[in-house]
């Protein structure tokens, strides 16, 4: 339809708790929605990498995080308002339950937050398996928790039948008749995602094919009143000449002229185009595939150009890279393709030996280390830069928001400087060689209760790490990396 001109509309999809629902909803508005003709723009609350890789998947345009404890509140609404003026819909998934965020006593990095922060309703996802007019009281609780919140009405997922529907909707209508119900989703087989310890299947992995997302929109289609919803999530704009936002801790606004795919495979004549840019090596394939698009665009606007390739497929660093960035995923899953990659295994090592600019980051750490223990069982050699190795646990090591201080000049930044994000694995460190040359770089700060740690490990020219950082936080770590690229690449033209 009309991108960039008429009527928009803006809702976020929250649940009472997780697992209650929000994906599958959010993905089947996304199908229904573009199938009807609508450029629809999705965000994902929260700092996850696998939702927003299935948004784009349905919607074909690049899902993006909105976070409320990573990002500043002004980064958040320029976001949404300037890819909103570019789309017909913004949809944006929430993150957990409704009001849980980065604490049990304040709203940060909530769905409620955010949906405050950009002036638009919330629709509430309520799992009413076994229930029927105790799922009122649960909604009389969520829409009254928090009266400046907006909820345009409740969606029923896992509804029995239609009969168990309208006890859901008479329980709705005597206790709480304000609230509007958007409609009941039966429990449907054919369109259940698979799952795995660090949540969805990933978008390189699973396909959502046409037949999938057709089975999905008619469920929803018949299962909702979609025209309602829509009516009830207008989006008033903001007034003319005030949209302006005063820039995140002095850095300047980001509002990046492109938009980088992050999928896409640069040609080999874009790359060698502009000798005075540094390029910069992405890994990007099913094994490293969590990359926040803003911290690739950043690098390009630092001056950068990138270069994706794929270790799983066998590719190695391009000869022309000034840099390396390895970013997060399931390296763990593709160990045996990566430890046969000697190739690129062993342009990792020399390119660190030349001191040559490579950050990674959890799954790219593994990578960096000694070797990868599977939950199998199996020892698979990695590069070795790091001195030690990671195996799997079958439960989770580390989850949480993470604020990191600087502790020294690194790759992104110096002393003081504060950058945020999170972590997210069920891998651990072990076999520590003793009297190794690695700094401990980082300070890392999670909840208020848990005491401060040293991380961020550093050799030479090489700065890895569990934490995910969004450069959005500190746009000028982009810049710092940038920097070290382009002078290593001037000292190695000179050799």
């Keep these: 339809m009309n991108s960039g001109g008429g009527e928009k509309y803006a809702f976020l999809i929250c649940g009472t708790h997780s697992g209650c629902g929000k994906t599958t909803v959010t993905l089947g508005l996304l199908a229904a929605l573009k199938g009807r003709g609508y450029d629809v723009q999705p965000f994902k609350v929260g700092p996850d990498f696998i939702d927003p890789g299935l948004h784009t998947q349905i919607a074909s345009a690049q899902s993006r995080n909105l976070d409320g404890w990573m990002l500043s509140r002004k980064w958040n609404v320029e976001l949404f308002r300037r890819l909103l003026d570019r789309s017909d819909i913004g949809l944006i998934e929430g993150v957990m339950g409704l009001f849980d965020g980065y604490d049990g006593e304040t709203e940060s990095g909530s769905s409620?937050?955010?949906?405050?922060?950009?002036?638009?309703?919330?629709?509430?996802?309520?799992?009413?398996?076994?229930?029927?007019?105790?799922?009122?009281?649960?909604?009389?609780?969520?829409?009254?928790?928090?009266?400046?919140?907006?909820i345009a009405g409740v969606i029923f997922n896992r509804v029995g039948g239609e009969a168990h529907l309208k006890l859901l909707r008479d329980a709705i209508a005597s206790s709480c008749p304000e609230v509007i119900v958007l409609g009941g989703i039966p429990r449907e087989d054919r369109v259940q995602m698979p799952e795995r310890h660090l949540g969805l299947v990933t978008s390189d992995e699973m396909k959502l094919d046409a037949d999938w997302q057709r089975t999905l929109t008619d469920l929803l289609e018949k299962s909702l009143d979609i025209d309602l919803l829509l009516q009830k999530s207008l989006y008033a704009a903001p007034v003319p000449g005030k949209r302006s936002l005063q820039p995140y801790a002095g850095a300047p606004v980001f509002v990046p002229e492109m938009e980088i795919d992050p999928v896409e495979q640069r040609p080999a004549e874009t790359i060698s185009s502009n000798r005075d840019k540094p390029v910069i090596g992405i890994a990007r394939d099913a094994a490293f595939c969590f990359y926040y698009p803003e911290n690739l665009e950043l690098l390009e606007q630092a001056g950068s150009i990138l270069h994706f390739f794929s270790p799983v497929d066998g590719e190695t660093l391009p000869e022309s890279c000034a840099g390396v960035y390895l970013g997060g995923g399931y390296p763990e899953l593709f160990a045996r393709e990566i430890s046969g990659n000697t190739g690129f295994l062993a342009s990792l090592r020399e390119r660190a030996m030349q001191g040559m600019p490579i950050y990674a980051e959890c799954g790219g750490l593994m990578t960096l280390g000694r070797f990868i223990n599977t939950v199998e069982g199996e020892r698979y050699q990695m590069a070795g830069i790091m001195?030690?190795?990671?195996?799997?646990?079958?439960?989770?090591?580390?989850?949480?928001?993470?604020?990191?201080?600087?502790?020294?000049?690194?790759?992104?930044?110096?002393?003081g400087k504060v950058i945020r994000g999170h972590e997210f694995h069920y891998s651990e460190i072990i076999e520590f060689e003793p009297n190794s040359s690695v700094e401990f770089v980082y300070e890392l700060q999670r909840r208020k209760s848990e005491a401060v740690r040293r991380e961020g490990f550093q050799t030479g020219s090489v700065l890895a790490s569990y934490v995910h950082l969004h450069w959005g936080s500190a746009p000028e770590a982009a810049s710092e990396f940038v920097r070290h690229c382009t002078e290593w690449m001037k000292r190695r033209r000179q050799l």
Excluded: H
């Design 112 to 150: 409620a937050e955010m949906a405050k922060w950009l002036g638009i309703p919330a629709v509430l996802i309520v799992d009413a398996r076994s229930m029927a007019r105790s799922a009122a009281a649960l909604v009389y609780g969520f829409t009254r928790f928090d009266p400046a919140l907006n």
């Design 387 to 415: 001195p030690f190795g990671t195996r799997m646990l079958p439960r989770r090591k580390a989850l949480g928001y993470t604020q990191v201080v600087l502790l020294q000049q690194c790759l992104v930044g110096g002393p």
